[in-house]
């Protein structure tokens, strides 16, 4: 199995950037596809940005030129960088992993962290 737990989050003006860090124990982190997801109050979760065990990334249309993900093997860790924030980017992001490519679709995936706040004012 694999723990997940994310890190980074915090409150930012608009335009601003934030980090976000997920760290993986437990499970062969570099044979999982690996995902961010975010959630804001009364909404469903959504896909934000994906990346494949080949290192293909994709991103949700939102999101795109702004956030990057990426992954470092060698640290099992996950990123998020956000730049350009918008107060719409405000929600809890969570990350999950999952040995098969599930794409931005949330339902499947087996594994997720307990989220992080982002807050854009």
């Known amino acids: 199995h694999v723990q997940l737990v994310e890190s980074g989050g915090g409150s930012v003006q608009d335009g601003g950037s934030l980090r976000l860090s997920c760290a993986a124990s437990?499970?062969?982190?570099?044979?999982?596809?690996l995902a961010w997801f975010r959630q804001a109050p009364g909404k469903e979760r959504e896909g934000v940005a994906t990346?494949?065990?080949?290192?293909?990334?994709t991103y949700a249309d939102s999101v795109k030129g702004r956030f990057t993900i990426s992954s470092d093997n060698a640290k099992n860790t996950l990123y998020l960088q956000m730049n350009d924030l918008k107060p719409e980017d405000s929600a809890m992001y969570y990350c999950?992993?999952?040995?098969?490519?599930?794409?931005?679709?949330?339902?499947?995936?087996?594994?997720w962290g307990q989220g992080t706040q982002v807050t854009v004012s």
């Open positions: 999950a992993a999952d040995r098969y490519n599930l794409g931005l679709a949330w339902r499947g995936y087996s594994y």
């Open positions: 437990g499970g062969a982190y570099s044979e999982h596809y």
């Open positions: 990346i494949a065990i080949d290192g293909s990334t």
